[in-house]
């Protein structure tokens, strides 16, 4: 039985039907920008690996590192214990991220990430005396990860959850911000989505311990970016009714958005946020939540005081070592003017979709490009020119899109670009 044989009759692979398990390559070995499968072709790896290889794969700077860690520590519990690697990341993270987040509690994934978010948000309330608020808000469109109470504030309809909707929470759920990023703001709030936000939150007080969104750009949900102000001003609203603030930047943060933290470009913060995906540079799987001073003490007043998780690889020294080795790399350079030049190209390369009458939209923000169609695409069928192109893209919903690594060469962009206006013309 080949690999590709055993793969198919016995591996279970993320959002596949296993009875149609569809195209797979097996890939033999990574570097840079691309991917080589067995057979010895090079496809450029269009998606980062779902969002996570910024600098590329096997960076030698990332690959040091862990090798390093591993020949001196491994892992060991957190519990009652610490090392350089968790505090070296933990200084680095400090001084990147929001001024008002000081507490780091590391994770395992992006989803845990999202998990762990939650559940500060309802200890905390009821560290205050709100034990009836165990419930959230959030809006349409969003997508929060697959673990149990991050489904649940997926969107219930349109998400990839919506088969579980009797076995989850019940949350509440607002319309997307209906202002695009480009767009002025309409200081309205019947018409910037604000209204009904006001009225939810008001209406739902007593139960709602926390607003939890994707700041301005909503990624599997449909790579919709919208307006900051929103942002902005749901602050102020969640200040008033004493309901916390979470940013899911999973996908966002490290410089995919243009900025180091879609965070930034509000003129507020948030209590938590979110982090993973690109925090190890796609080496290892890792993530982290970060809160503040209020949230932390509050929990820590509160009854039973102690923080009820603690993963059994929480801070593990080869995902911190990564980590740090990422993050150094990325301030290290100009990552700022390599996304804008990234996004500059892609403007120009993707200009003429507008004029296919299939697509309904294009779009760029920093280093994500997307043609939405207005059709479904198949991922399957997107595989099945993937070696002809030399590209990697796997579409999803209505959008063809991509997130490059930021090494890709000017070169390189110009092979995805072309790769997208193929698969916007022929599926």
């Not at 092979?415 to 022929?426: N, S, V």
């Amino acid at each position: 039985m080949t690999p590709l044989e055993f793969d198919q009759k016995h591996l279970w692979h993320p959002y596949t039907n296993v009875t149609k398990p569809g195209r797979t390559f097996v890939v033999a070995e990574s570097e840079g920008v691309h991917i080589t499968l067995e057979d010895g072709t090079r496809l450029i790896d269009a998606m980062s690996s779902w969002w996570c290889m910024m600098h590329g794969h096997k960076h030698p700077v990332i690959t040091r590192a862990i090798h390093d860690q591993l020949d001196t520590l491994p892992h060991v519990m957190f519990g009652g214990l610490t090392h350089a690697p968790a505090v070296d990341l933990g200084r680095k993270l400090l001084e990147i991220t929001p001024e008002s987040l000081t507490r780091i509690f590391y994770c395992d994934s992006g989803s845990v990430s999202v998990e762990v978010a939650m559940k500060m948000a309802v200890q905390y309330q009821h560290a205050l005396g709100f034990a009836g608020r165990s419930q959230f808000a959030t809006v349409r469109s969003g997508y929060h990860g697959d673990t149990w109470k991050a489904m649940s504030v997926c969107d219930p309809h349109t998400g990839m959850h919506h088969l579980f909707q009797g076995a989850m929470s019940v949350q509440h759920f607002v319309s997307r911000p209906p202002i695009r990023i480009n767009d002025d703001w309409i200081d309205d709030p019947a018409r910037n989505g604000l209204a009904e936000l006001r009225q939810v939150l008001e209406t739902g007080r007593e139960r709602i311990a926390a607003f939890i969104l994707e700041p301005i750009v909503q990624g599997t949900g449909g790579m919709y970016f919208y307006h900051p102000e929103y942002l902005n001003q749901a602050r102020a609203i969640c200040d008033e009714l004493g309901i916390l603030l979470i940013f899911d930047e999973i996908a966002t943060g490290f410089g995919r958005t243009g900025e180091l933290f879609a965070t930034d470009f509000c003129k507020v913060e948030p209590d938590i946020i979110c982090l993973g995906k690109g925090l190890t540079g796609g080496h290892i799987s890792f993530a982290a939540t970060m809160t503040n001073d209020r949230v932390a003490q509050g929990i820590g007043g509160g009854n039973p005081g102690i923080f009820m998780h603690g993963p059994t690889y929480m801070g593990n020294p080869l995902a911190c070592a990564a980590a740090k080795a990422s993050l150094d790399i990325l301030t290290g350079q100009d990552w700022r003017g390599r996304v804008c030049e990234i996004a500059d190209q892609m403007r120009v390369e993707l200009a003429p979709a507008r004029d296919l009458p299939n697509v309904a939209d294009l779009r760029v923000l920093g280093a994500i490009g997307v043609i939405e169609m207005k059709h479904r695409v198949s991922a399957d069928a997107a595989h099945m020119l993937a070696k002809e192109m030399g590209v990697f893209l796997r579409p999803f919903g209505t959008n063809i899109y991509t997130m490059p690594p930021f090494i890709t060469s000017p070169d390189q962009l110009s092979e995805i670009t072309a790769g997208m206006l193929r698969l916007a013309r022929e599926l």
